[in-house]
């Protein structure tokens, strides 16, 4: 793809039937339009490997930035779903034995929750077609837009975690 398309605006794409007035909401639209699109398309990607988004997140954390393991409060502060849902989330992946629960250094009351080698292998065939569809919405954007892009959009958390009122 060469990363050029009809210009289009979210009132175009929403098929709204009056302008939108105010710019920044309508970057809000677009941003909220595009997460959307994202999470769905996710979805359907991780569709084949039986894993819901919140797993693949887990495991993905597990995988590639906590390969020692765990605690639940430190997956909870990197998840990309709700932080409430945690325990759950891994409860059932214990269940399914993707994950699994030990203990830090003897202490019971710290558990350290692990990527066991069946959820490697779930995780195997979630990442190829993951990986791909990623590839596929990246090249329609230049990588030095891409990185802009993810920059400007950090910049959105950084101003909306300051509790904008």
Partial sequence: MNGKTDAVTVRDWLKLPNPIQ???????MTV???SRMLSNAGRLLLRKSGLTEAQFNILMLLKYQFT?????VGLSRCVLVNRANVTG???RLE???LVQRGSQN???RIKIVTITPKGLKYLLVAEASYFEGIRKVAEWIPATDQK???QTLL?????LSGNIS
């Fill in 22 to 28: 105010e710019p920044g909401h309508e970057l809000i």
């Fill in 32 to 34: 909220m339009l595009v």
């Fill in 68 to 72: 020692d393991g765990a605690t639940q």
């Fill in 89 to 91: 989330l891994i409860d």
């Fill in 95 to 97: 269940r399914d034995k």
């Fill in 106 to 108: 003897g202490d019971r």
């Fill in 148 to 150: 802009k892009t993810g």
């Fill in 155 to 159: 910049h959105l958390c950084k101003l």
